[in-house]
């Protein structure tokens, strides 16, 4: 699945991604290829991506949206923390 994460200031990832944890208003939760469509806003805390190559990628995030269709995750965030 392809992932893009932007901030107000920069586009901060793009690219394929095995998956991507965020920390949901109602909770953290993962998403994984062919998850169903979802739209959540995000608290503070700690976003997880795993690139298709293994590598792990973590940072901090004031809160944000984040939406999931069609294997395409964009995350809108702020108060970025790398």
Do not use: C, W, Y
């Not at 991507?20 to 998403?31: H, I, L, R, T």
């Not at 169903?36 to 190559?53: C, M, N, Q, T, Y």
């Amino acid at each position: 699945m392809n992932l893009v994460i932007l901030s107000p200031e920069k586009q901060i990832f793009s690219g394929p991604v095995k998956s991507v944890k965020v920390p949901g208003a109602s909770g953290s939760f993962e998403m994984l290829e062919n998850h169903a469509p979802i739209v959540s806003s995000l608290e503070a805390g700690e976003v997880r991506i795993i690139k298709e190559d293994g590598e792990k990628m973590t940072f901090r995030v004031e809160g944000g949206f984040v939406e999931l269709l069609n294997n395409e995750v964009s995350l809108l965030v702020a108060g970025v923390q790398e």
